[in-house]
């Protein structure tokens, strides 16, 4: 089993940039795909980022993309999302997600969770 912790969350003015991280501990992230998912508050919880075991193979939210970017580092057991050109809509908890090698990039098809970071963001 693995434990995920999510970190970097915070309070950034609309246009600015922020990455969060995802640190794994017990199993490394080599044996599991991991994935980005944000739910605000009266919302259903939703695919942002996810990032295949090579790296090479990473998807996008059409919400997102051009602006975040996923990457991973295996060695450190970190997961990280950039986020640039933050919008007040990206406003919600993100959570980091692990699921098999072939795992579908929606939260049914994750089987472990991070507790989440709070991402604010002003207009």
């Known amino acids: 089993q693995v434990q995920l912790a999510e970190s970097g969350g915070g309070l950034v003015q609309a246009g600015g940039s922020l990455r969060v991280t995802c640190v794994a501990s017990?199993?490394?992230?080599?044996?599991?795909?991991v994935g980005w998912f944000r739910q605000a508050p009266g919302k259903e919880r939703e695919f942002v980022a996810g990032i295949r075991l090579s790296g090479g193979s990473t998807s996008l939210a059409d919400s997102v993309k051009g602006r975040f970017a996923i990457s991973r580092d295996n060695d450190k057991n970190a997961v990280y999302l950039q986020m640039n050109s933050l919008k007040p809509e990206d406003t919600a908890v993100y959570y980091c997600?692990?699921?098999?090698?072939?795992?579908?990039?929606?939260?049914?098809?994750?089987?472990?969770w991070g507790k989440g970071t709070l991402v604010t963001v002003s207009s």
């Open positions: 997600a692990a699921g098999g090698i072939f795992a579908s990039w929606t939260a049914s098809g994750m089987n472990y």
């Open positions: 017990g199993r490394t992230f080599m044996r599991y795909a």
